[in-house]
């Protein structure tokens, strides 16, 4: 049957593997990540999450296997336009130490072709909580202050697929409100999240579905909703991989 483009994943990851030297971070992962889906990524430490994450955005490539966006092989113009699509806030921000946090964002806008950049850049940072400190430099920020800086400028052109790293790793609870807040538009907008966490309550909050990573591979996968009602203190990976909600 041909598929339509409803059955057409925005991203598929298909047989994908990564060795450095001897040492396989990724053995053979399939995923897929629909338009409009939020899904979770968990998983122990060195269970592969990041080198993942990198893969996907691009960032890092494959010993084996390959990336398809929208039913189409990552390379050429696809490739072009799969990088285009993407957004990625990361351990690194990707914020140059010399430019102010306006100009951060306003160089991004411009570089991506974003229509009315003053306007989005302003809009992005007061939803982030930082338009009062926007003529400052991200080197006098503190790290919660860099990352909703980053995820601001992850976000400038409304990217079909956001990609998060640990997005509330070292925050405090208003930062992380703030970035909680922020993921929910970019999901009630439409668009597509992978979140990366071991902040397992409020990563299973935020997403549709989740993937648990252990040596490399996908162990398990599925539905966030049935975890959602435990307390904080009783989500763990354990519990999820025991299926135990």
């Known amino acids: 049957m041909t598929a339509t483009a409803t059955d057409t994943p925005l991203l598929a990851v298909q047989s994908l593997a990564r060795s450095f030297g001897r040492f396989r971070a990724l053995t053979r992962v399939d995923l897929q990540v629909r338009d409009g889906e939020s899904v979770a990524l968990f998983g122990g430490n060195g269970a592969g999450k990041t080198t993942l994450l990198k893969i996907i955005a691009t960032l890092l490539g494959p010993t084996r296997g390959s990336l398809a ?11 072009r336009a799969y ?17 102010s946090a306006e100009e951060n964002l306003m160089l991004h806008a411009r570089l991506r072709g974003v229509e009315r950049p ?8 007061e939803r982030v909580d930082l338009w009062e400190r926007r003529n400052e430099r991200p080197t006098h920020f503190s790290r919660g202050m860099q990352q909703r800086a980053s995820l601001a400028r992850a976000m400038i052109d409304k990217p079909s697929l956001l990609l998060l790293d640990e997005p509330f790793s070292g925050l405090d609870t208003p930062g992380a409100a703030v970035i909680e807040q922020e993921i929910r538009q970019h999901r009630a907008a439409g668009l597509s999240t992978l979140i990366v966490s071991h902040n397992l309550p409020r990563a299973l909050s935020l997403c549709d579905r989740y993937v648990a990573l252990e040596r490399g591979q996908v162990v398990q996968e599925g539905p966030c909703a049935p975890f959602r009602d435990l ?9 999820i991989l025991a299926g135990t909600a």
Request: hydrophobic share 35%; no cysteine.
């Open 69 to 79: 966006y929208r039913g189409k092989p990552v390379k050429g113009a696809v490739r």
């Open 83 to 99: 990088r285009r699509a993407l957004g990625f806030a990361g351990h690194a921000t990707f914020l140059y130490g010399d430019l």
């Open 231 to 239: 307390p904080p203190h009783e989500v763990n990976l354990e519990r």
């Open 118 to 125: 003053e306007e989005r850049v302003r809009e992005l940072l």
